[in-house]
């Protein structure tokens, strides 16, 4: 194992975190995430092609949703094609539509905000803490008391005229929004919460699962997250007659009928197939498993990392347990313009690491998107840097 | 086997049905449509299990777009989450958005019309011919020579001043669509065509296949079509330029970076799932053999069913070779009303049946859709009856 004193002044930057790094996970190249498959995913991926259920009708998507609503704690989950998918159908039912503005962070993945998009609805940016990436709670509360007014019950951008009908949090790399802060005030403002927990199965705030304290939440599948169903996602909610709108709305709207084809409204095709529900089966047996691992690996790194000046690696905040998703390094202000050599010497020694996504309102299609003063999103996103994360990368 | 002269007068109209689809595929309970896995399904997705390769990324979604374009002969396939999918991208591709209209089929599958509310356009329902299902291609020019008007080399409603963007044929139970003549008519309005070859995998016109006549074509890959890959479809074109926007569309819209995340439009995550693409590599090996015993099964129920007086089994077309992917029985009108009762007797006798799909404009959200006269539409409705049509059916 490479060990290496804090006055070790030989190493530049780079060279210490990617020695850090190998430290901790060893010399093979290990990507910036990986899925783990050692349970039931071949045995039952198996039985949907013997016995020809792996479309739309099967029992593996009742047996994942049932599981994902056991495993979250959430009244009722509906498993779809995507996480994108999810949060689409969770605003279409939350009655989000054309000319509305949605509140979301700007410092989130394009999936968070493309759906806002599909519903004819504007994003309208929210800031990033100082320190940490997720949303600034405070800050959006002295935000919102500038630019909204109350009407009949819903909250008004005051410049905009728009009504803002969501409020949309990210669980970013798997690491809980303050709930109750957010409750407090989604609840004064009139907003409801939609929470993107796309990141954060697994993970807990106050000891309940993320995604559960919104209206609704919702979580990806996909092949870099905690658990993947190759393509996939669901959305939670403790509502029973959201819960069956979704549901209606996510199978295209088709009204119950022996025979005939009757929809009773624009509906989509998100439906989740049964092989992919029976990978998600499978990987949902095993994810207290991977979530032990990554919670390992982020000790482990944290051992060696706070032994580099100016870097450490993102912890759990009060009140929240972490899946550690991905785990983030963030540099000092002042060694900020290092990152791209940092990223660069760790892709170079076979080590997947990555910025984190370009900010959102910098994109083409949201760059007139009403917003918030950003500076925190813009320093945090040029201080992060995610290593390798999967949790093939610790031995239990 | 069950035999009856065509003078059988002691059974009823539906006796003599059941009795007929009986002799055909024998007394075991069959399904409308089930898959068949004969091939390499098994250890096609058992390799992405132990490969890890399960989602975004792996091999067979290069692999089964291969495969598609060569089998249709397009020089273009991308691969999507499903059928409604390669629709909604399809439309986008082709420039279709808010307060357009496109033409499209009163009787057809909900997911041919769904698309086009998600651009914000409306659909303009067509008729069908008056003795089968596809669109009545003669009465649509004569209605569209009343209703149009071209500015700027564009199609114009002129009662509705909305642009024509697009005419979408549906190849309904995997019939073609007289293309040449609908050609004409596309060039002479200067109306892109897009084909819903959903259920037409398999299927010829003059030889060439079906879904690659128009600017863009869709096929679905759901557990009732010819091929299943759980859930899918593709988009197929013979427009690089298309294929590369349609590809981009389809998989967020990000722009090619070593590390990082940038988008530059609003996309879909559409891209279809590598595990799900496995299954798809592995049906496609068997798809000439699908359609063969597909086709066998159309010959045995047509010989049959030709014994009874006042229904027909619907045969291809003139210069069509079809896949026969829904088995697909007419009533002559004057024995339209007993549709219902001949429907009962065959689910009851474990068969299973189905009326075609309620017509479009009659459901709540497309009530109020401009339309030519749909008696050509309303009068197939009331006739069809489809019958069990899985390859299984038929032993080779
Ligand atoms: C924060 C966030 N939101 C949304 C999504 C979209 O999920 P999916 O890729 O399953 O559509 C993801 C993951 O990709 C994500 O990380
Ligand atoms: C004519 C037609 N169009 C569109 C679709 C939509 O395909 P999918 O179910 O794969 O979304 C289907 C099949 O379901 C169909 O039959």
Sequence with gaps: MVTFARSDTTMTLSEQITSAVRSVIGTNPAALHEPLFEGDEEKLTRECVETGWVSSVGKFVDAFERGLAEYTGASHAIAVTNGTAALHVALVAAGVGRSDEVLVPALTFIGTVNPIAYCGATPHFIDSLPNAPEIDIEALEAYLDGILELRGGSAFNKSTGARLAAILPVHVFGHPVDMDHLADISERYKIPVIEDAAEAMGSTYKGRHAGTFG????????????????????????????????????????????????????????????????????????????????????????????????????????????????????????????????????????????????????????????????????????????????????QL
């Design 215 to 394: 209206l609704l939440g919702t979580l990806s599948f996909n092949g870099n997250k905690i658990i993947t169903t190759g393509g996939g996602g669901a959305v939670l909610t403790n509502d029973a007659d959201l819960a069956r709108r979704i549901k209606h709305l996510s199978t295209t709207a088709r009204v119950a009928h022996r025979m005939e084809f009757i929809h009773d409204m624009v509906g989509y095709n998100y439906r989740m197939p049964n092989i992919n529900a029976a990978l998600g089966v499978a990987q949902l047996r095993n994810i207290n498993n991977f979530v032990l691992r990554k919670r390992i690996l982020a000790d482990r790194y944290a051992a060696v990392i706070e032994k580099i000046p100016a870097v450490r690696l993102l912890r759990e905040g009060n009140d929240t347990q972490s899946n550690y998703w991905l785990q983030t390094l963030i540099l000092d202000e002042e060694i900020a313009d290092q990152r791209d050599q940092v990223l660069s010497a760790l892709n170079d020694a076979g080590y997947g690491a990555r910025p984190v996504w370009r900010l959102m309102h910098t994109l083409p299609m949201f760059e007139s998107s009403p917003r918030m003063d950003l500076s925190g999103a813009e320093g945090m996103a040029a201080r992060i840097v995610n290593i390798p994360s999967g949790p093939a990368l610790v």
